[in-house]
C-alpha cells in the first residue's frame, strides 16, 4: 500500500519568483483546488464531505528551496506536504512536491491517496501555467 506521492514539473521561471509565490500560504487557492482560502495560521477547504476550517503552518526556507505545511483538522487529524524548488542549468527549476496519504482510515488510503495524485498532477499543470505567464 502506497503511503506517498512524489510528483515534479518543470517550471520556465526564476527560483526566487517560484518560491515567493509557493511560499505564500494566501496564494494556495490560485493552485491547489481544495483550497478556497488561506492565510498564515488558517485556511478553508473544500472537501468530499464539505468545507472545513483548518489550522495551517508554512514553514519555508528560502536558502534550501524548501516549502512545507501541517494541515490540522478539527478532529486535531493531522496532514503534512513538503516540497522543494530546485533551479536548473537551463534558465528554469523543478518543483517537486512530496503528498502524504491523507488522515483517513487505513482502508481509505489507497483510493484516497490515488486521488489526491490526480489532483496534484493538474494543480501542478496549474501552478507551472500561473508562473510561466
Known amino acids: 500500500m ?40 488558517r485556511a478553508r477547504l473544500e472537501t468530499p464531505a464539505g468545507a472545513v476550517e483548518i489550522r495551517l503552518r508554512t514553514e519555508a526556507e528560502a536558502k534550501a528551496g524548501t516549502v512545507d505545511w501541517t494541515l490540522e483538522f478539527p478532529d486535531r487529524s493531522i496532514a503534512l506536504a513538503q516540497s522543494r524548488v530546485t533551479p536548473t542549468t537551463r534558465g528554469s527549476c523543478i518543483y517537486t512536491f512530496v503528498l502524504h496519504a491523507p488522515p483517513v482510515p487505513l482502508e481509505q488510503i489507497e483510493g484516497a491517496l490515488d486521488r489526491q495524485s490526480a489532483t496534484l498532477r493538474e494543480e501542478l499543470s496549474a501552478l507551472k501555467s500561473l508562473l510561466e505567464r
Do not use: G, M
Open 2 to 41: 502506497r503511503l506517498f506521492d512524489v510528483q515534479s514539473i518543470e517550471i520556465r521561471a526564476a527560483r526566487e519568483r517560484i518560491f515567493d509565490f509557493v511560499c505564500d500560504p494566501r496564494n494556495l487557492p490560485k493552485w491547489a483546488r481544495a483550497f478556497q482560502s488561506a492565510d498564515r495560521e
